[in-house]
Every structure is written in C-alpha cells, then in structure tokens.
C-alpha cells in the first residue's frame, strides 16, 4: 500500500518545477546564441583551433581529389579518384593553420609555431568538438564549458580558502575571475588553462576530502602543459610521497594504463611524433622566457638571469613543500598557488592565457586580508582589484595601436611576480594559526 502511495504522490512534474526547467533552458540557449555570436565576430580561438585541427586531420578529414590517377598510375577509364591523405597531427599542417590565425601569415622562423605538443590521449578529448564542422559552432561551445570553468573556479578558491565572503565580495570576486584581463584573454584564445586551473583545484579538493585515488586520476589529466603546472605537479609529489598517500599513485596508474591502451590503440606512432613536438616547442619558447625578457633588459650581466630565476623558483617550491607536508590545508593550498604563480619563473615559455591559474592566488591573499586586517579591509581588499583589474588591462591597451616591447614584457613579468610578492607577503597568517579572542582585544584598544 505504501509503495503505490509513494508512486501516485509524484506522476507528474509540478508547475513549479516545470517554470524552474523551462527558465534554465531558456537561460542556457541564450547562453549559447551570446557565446556563438562571440565566436563569429571575435578573432582568436588558436589554442582550441590547434586541438580541433589535430583531431579532424586524425579522422581523415583532409581528402585530396585526383582525375584518373591512383598510386602514381592513371586509370585506364579516367575516372576520379578519391585519395586520402595521412597528416601527421603533429606536423606542420595544423601548426600554419593555427599560425594564420594569430599572425595571418606563416610564421617567421623567431616567431612561435603552435605546434601541436599534447599527448595523443589528450587530443582524443577533443573529438565531440572536432565533429562539428563549423569551427563557430564548436569554439561557442567551448566558451560556455570555459564560462562554467571559470565559476567553478572561483567558489573551489573560497572552499580552498576556507573563507565565505559576503555577497557582495562573492559577486565582486565572481565577477573578477570571468572578466578580469587573463580570464578573458584564455576565454577569446581558447586556453586549455582554464579547465587545468579548474582541475588542479579539483586535485586540492580530492586530496583534503582523502579522496586519492580520485586526486591520482585527475593528475595524470594534469600531467602535460608543463609551462602552467610543473611546480604544482612537482608539489603534489612531494607531499603524497612525504605523508604516504600511495592510493594517489593508484588512481594515477589506473588511468595511465587506460588512456595510454586507448590511444596507443587509435594512433599506434604518436609517441615519438609528440616527442619531436615537444623539443620543437621548447627551442621555439626560449624567447618567451622571463629569463630572456630580463637578459635583454640587462644585456652586461655575466651570468644567465633564467638559469638562476630556474633554481630560485624550484628551490622555493620545494622548501616550501616541506614545510605544508604536516601542516593545516590552509598551508597546503598556499603552497600549490604559490607553486602556480613561480611556474613562470621557471625558464619555459609564458602567454598571458596561463595567467588566468593566478585568479585563485588572488582570492586567497583577499581571503586573508578581510579575515586578518580588521581596521580598514574594506579599502585594501577594493585597493587590491582595482590594481589587479586595471594594471593588465592598461599595459595592453598600450600595445593594441602601436607595438610595444616594453609594455608587452611588463604584461607577461609583472602578473607572476606580484603575485609571489603578495603570496608571501601573507603568509605569516598562513603559516601561524587565527588569532585568539585575547589577540582580538588587544587589537581593538
């Protein structure tokens, strides 16, 4: 009797209900009408376009159509035959498709050649959007998933933070992290980083709910673009290792084994092609270092400003490690913002795009700011994103009539530099615990 109360109480959907699907319905196609108009006007989407053109030559998409030849012989009836050309995704063919976007010419041999440098597992990820034939139609779709990223974004940094900000702090933040200056550079080129910043605060998450094997998996989704996330990889290791977390190398090798069967299986060759892809990228990036930005700002230093920028970040990085191994979360997390914001530093190339994985270092220094400076937070926490907000954006405006070297180094020195600046300009209330009530009242006389 119970059960057929149970299955007569819900047949049908209530009004309410109804109203609340068909508003987010309504919602997401408006969402996705902006996002494709977007898509058609604005120029770039040459990090999406150079996945997308690596997964359609894949599949065949290239043809090439012969009148009576086959083989190198004719036909003796003449006709037309169609031949499939093999492209190698990792050759030069997507990389001067994507060099026509970003430069609209081939690319000069100083110049940075958007050669396809992501494992072949990676790659696979991309199919759904690469059967759309319009590219339109797939970078919209990639903007609405960034523009969900980007949210999530954002609410991982308060949890990670351990702060809940008041609503009109959420709202300025939220606002802040989908329209501040790298947020909406990633969101026009089609930056990958926006979902590895997403999923490197998914990996923070896993690990502090002891969800390991789950940390593993997604760190091996992380286990590329090394430019944005070598220290933070590097990170991780040294704390799994130091506090014993072996199911994270569990989850890490069981997804390692699939993904590699799966691609090995699809595109028998791409290892040693993905290899060559990479050396090619990082002899081409050399100029696209702090490093050499810094040498030619200083061209009679005798030693090599990257090489000791290299050691410096590293060497931070790890001490640092070691301290977080037994620490609070809170410390845990400072390191891994503090290991994004030093990558840069390191010696390999830089885009204003991966900036956009500093979003989460600036919310936590604004977290610890409102929670530990009771006098005045309101003007410093404002003080804090007007700077961050409006320096980047006029140093580019700087540079969209005339081309400007200077402008252009500050745009790609000065976001990581601060940033380590204000990481550990806080991070004695990192470190030390929150203040007592008898510390609260002495700071009140």
Excluded at 65 to 71: D, H, I, L
Excluded at 294 to 304: G, K, N, V
Excluded at 350 to 376: D, K, Q, Y
Aim: hydrophobic fraction near 60%; proline fraction near 4%.
């Amino acid at each position: 009797m119970a059960f057929q109360d149970i299955r007569k109480s819900r047949k049908w959907l209530s009004a309410n209900e109804i109203r609340i699907i068909a508003a987010f319905l309504i919602l997401l196609a408006a969402f996705v009408a902006v996002n494709i108009y977007f898509a058609r006007i604005l120029p770039g989407g040459e990090w999406l376009y150079l996945r997308y053109g690596g997964v359609r030559v894949f599949l065949g998409q290239y043809l090439d159509t012969t009148a009576g030849a086959k083989f190198g012989r004719v036909m003796p009836d003449g006709d037309t035959v169609m031949l499939v050309t093999q492209i190698d995704p990792y050759g030069t063919t997507v990389a001067q498709s994507v060099q026509q976007i970003v430069y609209g010419r081939n690319a000069f041999a100083n110049e940075y050649r958007y050669v396809l440098n992501d494992p072949f597992y990676v790659v696979l990820l991309y199919t759904p959007l690469a059967l759309f034939p319009d590219f339109a139609i797939a970078r919209s779709i990639w903007m609405l998933l960034s523009e969900a990223a980007l949210g999530f974004i954002v609410v991982f940094s308060f949890r990670l933070a351990e702060w809940e900000p008041p609503g009109w702090l959420f709202a300025g933040l939220m606002g802040f992290g989908l329209l501040s200056f790298f947020s909406l550079n990633a969101w026009i080129t089609a930056s990958p980083t926006i979902f590895l910043c997403f999923l490197y605060l998914s990996i923070l998450l896993a690990l502090r709910s002891f969800s390991d094997e789950l940390a593993g998996a997604l760190l091996f989704l992380v286990a590329y673009q090394w430019e944005v996330g070598g220290l933070f990889f590097l990170f991780i290791l040294i704390f799994v290792i130091a506090n014993r977390r072996w199911s994270v190398f569990a989850g890490f090798g069981m997804s390692l084994i699939v993904f590699s069967i799966a691609s090995f299986l699809a595109y028998p060759g791409w290892g040693l092609a993905y290899v060559r892809a990479v050396i090619s990228n990082l002899l081409q990036g050399t100029r696209l270092s702090i490093g050499y930005m810094l040498a030619e700002w200083m061209p009679d230093i005798r030693f090599s400003v990257g090489g000791v920028l290299s050691v410096l970040a590293v060497a931070i990085v790890v001490v640092e490690s070691i301290g977080a191994i037994q620490a609070p979360f809170r410390r845990v997390t400072w390191t891994a913002l503090l290991a994004l914001a030093a990558m840069p530093l390191a010696g390999l190339a830089i885009f204003p795009s991966n900036f956009v994985v500093l979003v989460p270092c600036v919310i936590l220094v604004i977290a610890l700011v409102w929670e530990r400076w009771l006098r005045r937070r309101l003007v410093a926490v404002l003080l804090i994103l007007i700077i961050v907000v409006a320096v980047p954006f006029a140093l580019y405006y700087e540079t969209i009539f005339v081309y400007a070297p200077l402008y252009t180094q500050l745009l790609s020195i000065l976001p990581p530099m601060t940033t380590i600046i204000a990481l550990y300009w806080m991070r004695w209330w990192v470190v030390h615990s929150p203040r007592t009530w008898a510390d609260l009242i002495g700071f009140r006389k």
